[in-house]
């Protein structure tokens, strides 16, 4: 019989299904054989609907619409099951309310207590379920007759507020009482009014006032549908001054712990100001993702006493979260929590950080064992230390809890190299620390923004680690809205304007075009396509506009090979690539990709006009930066790489000499790496265009600075900003812009993948594999998992003596083609799992086939 192994909805993987916006949202399974397959949704009102399907992804919802608050349970075979719950959609009768209209914009400010009582005596009939609706201008925190309310930290999150904010469902059925019950809620700035943004930053982006929306329903056994009216009244909490760079102060003299509950005298406590909804433009929507959460624990792998009295906890890995203390300590004793990436000179390296000081500060209540994790605030660290502890620390007293956005994680790399392991290791952990919410540049600092270049170099790799769509879609969005307001796309997405240059920029804008494109290729799902279609235009056609339809992009701002080793620690966008070189190769790319989304979308015209200018875009390009024979202006890795990649030349031999050009120049810069943000992610896939995959393990294999593994041998556990982040002396980079948590340069690992393991999509949303894989590099063995849309694809090859074994499996709803190393012979697997044996054929720098230095191409293959 057919089992069904996952099951989900839209891009919910992995996740809670109640809440959902979408009115007919589309169904994926994961099958372990062919169907067809019968799906039956069984309506809460006992109605049952069922349907019959061929395919696994992307079924379009086969039932009536969902209308808002309706659910019921979807059951696909006999062995998946799913209870779906739509949101409110529009349906909102409740107001803001604010207890805070102004503040100062000087110094974090302190986060509010907001209650309500109701009651439920009036109910004829028994509670069946009840739900609250909720979001904040601001961050929120629910409870309920004195327990928390979902798992939510941060939500709202961070969108485009002026346009989009999301609201949360929380079922509160199980916390609810009969009689008197009290909704409270925590609310501190966030990014709405907060102090967000680098070289000073700004305060109250958004707006003066922390506010909640929060809508609470109740249906009864007998049928009934109620609204419960709220009337709020808040009072500052024991948060006396919280900032999502500052760190967070929490007085525990102020709690109360009965304040949410009906016991509590709340007398004192002042009516909410009521804001009407419509005073704000934003249109409140359900996510698109799952919320950011703990995801995990870590305890500290040391601690020392240091000499001042600070305790020292290394926790062995850069994270982005915050410490959980629990401590016994008198009234008004305060303990100092800091935080920082790495150690410099024998203290906590907290430069990086600029204006995020990551400072948390707890005061003890006095009341025996105390615990406490800060709730508004976030930070990036490895290491933490506790001044003022009180006593002795105790295993278990402090602890490191990570935070981001669920995310399920869909690819695991291994191999017989550490170091490779280690890398891979530390770009998926630079994902999770930078998937807070939005894909940000790095964890830490005072900055944390959407930066459009990141994450679209990173996109591939990301989508491949985790399943990522849904908090790309949302973010997408927002670029969207954005663009349409500025008309460009701002370089990071929220926009925050705090001074750094607002122009379009090669690279950064293009992402508009790019993610939508890698999510495309990566899932199937066209839709994400049809939405972003108008953004994905609107920055083609921007482009074209400026450079005067020619398809030359080359005048104007641009960040260019963005921190290429060659450029100045303080001048980071000073490539020995020619900034317009990538400009007008970016377009180039982008023109074909709208060319060919309006092919997928039926577009004729549009495919013409965009294919058109993608040509006009190549000419030019080949006009301005190639010679007749094939050498690429700028003469740099990045440049032949991205002429090699983006498929810019006029021809196979021109291409070939670029790429014999290519491995000469990497072998003359000794296999380190010299390339910024743009030439990192493809150099290794252009060596293996320019023929020599064995080029590409040695770059992979490099220790010395600047490489990829350099970080590794100082002990990174994340990917770093700069290759030389942390220089040889431990001595930090003395850049005024060093992270230690920038997910960009590991844009790499989506090549261990497809390159060293041979795992790679044939045909968009991996309908077909292509297993290839390419032994060398010394390796012993390699191999490769992606829990794809349409189940399980892995690969393993193994060298025994002279023999290489390989085992492939292929998902149920896939077929697949091996490659065999050496021979390229083809072979056509389908659904299952094969085991094939072949004679291992060293590639050249192989240890079992001396490296020689530099060679051409062709003797490098044969
Ligand atoms: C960010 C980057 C970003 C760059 C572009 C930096 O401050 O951290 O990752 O792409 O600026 O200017």
């Known amino acids: ?227 419960v009216p709220l009337t709020w009244t808040w009072e500052r909490s024991p948060i006396t001054a919280v900032g999502l760079y500052e760190g967070e102060t929490f007085d525990a003299r102020l709690l109360d712990p009965a304040w949410s509950t009906a016991d509590f005298d709340a007398q004192t406590w002042r009516r909410a100001e009521v804001l009407p909804r419509d005073s704000f433009e934003a249109r409140l929507e359900a996510p698109t993702a799952l919320p950011v959460q703990e995801t995990e624990i870590l305890r500290p792998i040391s601690t020392e006493r240091r000499a001042g009295g600070r305790i020292r906890l290394d926790f062995g890995q850069n994270i982005s979260g915050v410490l959980r203390i629990r401590l016994r300590a008198s009234a008004g004793h305060a303990v100092r929590l800091h935080h920082a990436e790495v150690i410099e000179d024998g203290e906590l390296g907290t430069r990086p950080l600029r204006a995020a000081t990551s400072v948390d500060t707890y005061i003890a209540a006095g009341s025996g064992d105390e615990i406490y994790s800060p709730r508004f605030t976030i930070h990036g660290f490895q290491y933490a230390e506790l001044e003022n502890w009180p006593g002795e620390l105790t295993e278990g007293d402090v602890e490191a809890v990570v935070i981001h956005t669920g995310m399920q994680q869909t690819a695991w790399f291994d191999s017989s190299h550490s170091g490779l392991n280690q890398l891979h290791s530390n770009v998926t952990w630079s994902m999770r620390d930078n998937f807070v919410d939005l894909p940000t540049d790095c964890p830490q600092r005072d900055e944390r923004v959407g930066w459009t270049g990141d994450i679209q170099v990173f996109a591939p790799t990301a989508l491949r680690l985790f399943a990522a769509h849904g908090t790309l879609t949302g973010w997408l969005r927002d670029v969207a809205l954005e663009q349409a307001e500025q008309g460009h796309v701002p370089n990071f997405v929220p926009w925050v304007d705090c001074g750094f240059p607002n122009f379009p920029t090669a690279a950064w804008g293009d992402a508009a075009v790019i993610v939508p494109w890698e999510m495309y290729l990566n899932d199937g799902d066209t839709r994400i396509l049809a939405d972003q279609y108008p ?117 196979p031999e021109q291409a070939a000499h670029a790429g014999t050009r290519l491995l000469e120049l990497v072998a003359q810069g000794g296999f380190h790496i010299s390339t910024g943000f743009v030439g990192t992610p493809i150099i290794c896939d252009a060596l293996v265009r320019a023929g020599s995959m064995d080029y590409a393990y040695h770059l992979l294999q490099q220790e010395e600075l600047p490489s990829w593994l350099y970080p590794v041998s100082m002990g990174a556990t994340t990917i770093w900003e700069r290759w030389d982040s942390m220089l040889p002396d431990g001595s930090i980079n003395p850049g005024d812009m060093t992270s230690f948590n920038h997910y960009a340069l590991g844009a790499v690992a989506d090549f261990l993948h497809r390159a060293v393991a041979g795992l790679a999509s044939e045909a968009p949303g991996w309908a077909r594999i292509r297993f290839e894989p390419r032994p060398g590099g010394g390796l012993e063995h390699a191999g490769a998992r992606y829990d794809s849309v349409r189940g399980t694809a892995a690969i393993r090859w193994a060298r025994a003596g002279g023999a290489l074994d390989i085992t492939v499996e292929v998902p149920a709803a896939s077929t697949g083609v091996l490659v065999l190393p050496g021979t390229g012979e083809e072979i056509e697997v389908g659904p299952g799992t094969h085991t094939f044996q072949t004679t291992f054929r060293p590639a050249a720098g192989d240890p079992d086939a001396p490296f020689l230095g530099w060679r051409r191409p062709d003797a490098v293959e044969a």
């Open 535 to 651: 953004s994905m235009r609107a920055w083609v056609d921007l482009v074209d506009d400026l450079a005067g339809r020619t398809g030359l992009w080359n005048d104007g701002f641009q960040l260019g090979d963005w921190l290429d080793p060659t450029a100045p620690p303080d001048d980071p966008g000073k490539s020995h690539t020619d900034k317009y070189l990538v400009a007008t190769a970016y377009h180039v790319r982008t023109a074909r990709i709208v060319a060919d989304t309006a092919a997928l979308l039926g577009r004729d015209e549009d495919e013409k006009h965009y294919r058109a200018l993608a040509a006009t875009a190549t000419r030019a390009f080949q006009e301005e930066f190639i010679s007749a024979s094939g050498r690429v202006v700028s003469d740099t890795p990045t440049s032949i790489a991205v002429a090699l990649i983006f498929d810019l030349f006029a021809s």
């Open 1 to 227: 019989m057919t089992e069904i192994t996952e099951l989900w909805l839209e891009n919910r993987r992995g996740g809670k299904t109640i809440g959902i916006g979408e009115a007919a949202p589309r169904i994926s399974f994961v099958a372990d054989g062919p169907g067809p397959f019968e799906l039956r949704f069984t309506h809460d009102d006992g109605r049952q609907e069922t349907a019959t399907v061929l395919r696994t992804q992307l079924v379009g919802w086969p039932f009536a619409p969902l209308s808002p608050r309706a659910g019921g349970l979807l059951r696909v075979g006999d062995s998946a099951e799913v209870r779906i719950e739509a949101g409110i959609g529009d349906d909102w009768g409740v107001q803001f309310v604010s207890p805070s209209l102004t503040a100062d914009r000087s110094a974090p400010r302190p986060a509010y207590l907001l209650r309500a009582l109701f009651d439920t005596t009036s109910l004829a009939a028994d509670v069946k379920h009840a739900r609250l609706y909720a979001t904040a201008h601001g961050v929120y925190q629910l409870e309920l007759n004195g327990r928390r309310i979902g798992e939510d930290i941060l939500a709202p999150g961070w969108t485009s507020y002026n346009h989009r904010l999301r609201y949360q469902t929380h079922d509160v059925t199980a916390a609810l009482q009969v009689g008197a019950n009290v909704v409270g809620a925590w609310l501190a700035d966030g990014w709405y009014r907060g102090h967000i943004g680098f070289d000073g930053g700004v305060w109250d982006i958004y707006g003066p006032d922390v506010a909640l929306l929060a809508q609470l329903e109740i249906t009864t056994v007998d049928g009934v549908h109620h609204h």
